[in-house]
Nanobody
Framework: QVHLVESGGGLVQAGDSLRLSCVAS????????MGWFRQAPGKEREFVAA????????YYADSVKGRFTISRDNAKNTVYLQMNSLKPEDTAVYYC????????????????????WGQGTQVTVSS
């Protein structure tokens, strides 16, 4: 059984920073690309960032590019999302997820490409 547990969310002011963590059990994360998604109230879940299994390649949604950084520590089976210069529109529940395919050469943005998801962590940014 694969479990992903996110943490690090909270209530912050615009311009502040947060670092989210996603710890996995039941699957060796070093074999899989990982993604972060978010869902704001009343909106569909959207792609935020992805990182290759090796950690060498990353990809970001335009809305977070230059402000967010995805990274991973495969020795700790953990993926991170460093969020700087937070804006009220970043308010959402943030989810991490694992790609369906091990050692995939492509970073994917569609939800259907990911099979295991965490329960989410709430990030609220006040203006």
């Amino acid at each position: 059984q694969v479990h992903l547990v996110e943490s690090g969310g909270g209530l912050v002011q615009a311009g502040d920073s947060l670092r989210l963590s996603c710890v996995a059990s039941g699957r060796t994360l070093s074999n899989y690309n990982m993604g972060w998604f978010r869902q704001a109230p009343g909106k569909e879940r959207e792609f935020v960032a992805a990182i290759r299994w090796s950690g060498t390649i990353t990809y970001y949604a335009d809305s977070v590019k230059g402000r967010f950084t995805i990274s991973r520590d495969n020795a700790k089976n953990t993926v991170y999302l460093q969020m700087n210069s937070l804006k009220p529109e970043d308010t959402a529940v943030y989810y991490c997820a694992t790609d369906r395919d091990g050692f995939s050469s492509r970073l994917r943005v569609g939800e259907s490409s990911y099979d295991y998801w965490g329960q989410g962590t709430q990030v609220t940014v006040s203006s």
